[in-house]
């Protein structure tokens, strides 16, 4: 029997949480035997249906997590738990557990001080009290070897992919719109600052570009960033958190896609750019020159100017037409459908 710990279905979608439903999504349709168990607070009740998901014990977040779940495991005979989101009960033996990234030890300032240190007590027991590790990149798992000492048989990568629903969609009404596009939120290492800087260099002299932004600018797990000053700039609209149906229509019209990340596991977002035919512009960090190899412009995420200076090369078409056939090339490569298979071939 095998059990996948649903937490995620209580939280608001980010890339973790995308992993989950996906996988979940796939796993269920190779066993249908598979039962997922979530606290009581659920936000994602679509998928919580299409899970046929069970609520169990009376706490939510944590808490449910190390006390509830596992309570409710041992009266089904400790069976297999697989945890797709980083966390997982400490003290329950039989499980996996995905690790998406370490972000937390090289990006500290990052994070709210209650987030380090429950992730600094977490994530070493975690690893240490599960069977095996999921993560989404060789980077990852070099990371996760480098701070934790594991052995490399006891980790294995099972890459991000993209939804289906992510495919061109033309809109006359922002294809009349010259503009970049970033997701962001106000974590420290998606260099949001840097962007803002950036963009503030190319619009002086490029009045007919927009930047718009998408994401989440309030959160209590980072550190605050002071963006106010940028709020008023005329050709930065803040477009706070949007749909799927619409993130792909922003996605599709765009002349290019913004993610000069600092660290990255893995990166779904410009691959999501990607299938809907974006040009897009990452940094040469973290996982992502794995990820997207030569389909993707590559910026200094610490210069301003390399940031800058690739902003533009995206308003040139021929630099656009190039990238967009490499999208095609570099999409093939992810599938949430042959990920599921992986995991469950490992089980």
Not at 44 to 58: M, R, V
Request: aromatic share 10%.
């Amino acid at each position: 029997m095998i059990i996948i710990n649903s937490r995620f279905l209580t939280q608001s979608v980010t890339g973790v949480q995308r992993y989950a439903i996906e996988l979940s999504l796939r796993l269920k349709q190779l066993d249908p035997s598979i039962e997922f168990v979530c606290p009581g607070n659920v936000v994602q009740h679509d998928i919580f249906e299409q899970l046929n998901a069970k609520i169990t014990g009376k706490r939510t977040g944590h808490l449910w997590e190390q006390i509830d779940l596992p309570q409710y495991l041992k009266k089904q005979g400790n069976p297999l738990l697989l945890n797709l989101c980083n966390t997982a009960p400490i003290c329950y033996k039989n499980k996996t557990v995905t690790i998406h990234d370490v972000a937390f030890n090289v990006y500290p300032k990052t994070y709210s001080k209650s987030f380090l240190y429950l992730y600094k007590f977490l994530i070493p027991n975690i690893i240490k009290t599960s069977g095996h590790i999921f993560t989404v990149s060789n980077f990852s798992k070099q990371e996760i070897i480098r701070f934790y000492k594991v052995s490399e048989e006891k980790i294995s990568v099972v890459y991000n992919a993209v939804n289906d629903s992510f495919k061109p969609v033309y809109d006359p009404d922002l294809r009349n719109i010259k503009y970049l596009l970033a997701v962001s939120s106000l974590n420290h290492r998606k260099n949001l600052t840097a962007i803002l800087q950036a963009f503030n260099i190319i619009s002086a002299k490029n009045k007919d570009i927009q930047l718009y932004l998408i994401g989440d600018l309030e959160t209590k797990s980072f550190t605050k960033i002071d963006i106010s000053e940028y709020l008023q700039h005329p050709q930065i609209k803040i477009l706070g958190r949007v749909p799927d149906s619409e993130l792909i229509k922003y996605y599709s019209n765009a002349k290019g896609f913004l993610y000069p990340s600092l660290y990255e596991g893995f990166g779904i977002p410009p691959l999501e750019a990607q299938n809907c035919a974006c040009p897009v512009l990452v940094s040469n960090a973290g996982s992502l020159p794995e990820i997207f190899r030569d389909s993707a412009l590559f910026c200094d995420p610490f210069s301003i100017d390399s940031i800058a200076a690739n902003m533009l090369k995206l308003l040139d078409d021929n630099v656009c037409e190039l990238l967009k056939a490499k999208n095609k090339q570099n999409i093939t490569r992810f599938s949430w459908k042959q990920s599921a298979m992986d995991i469950f071939n490992s089980l």
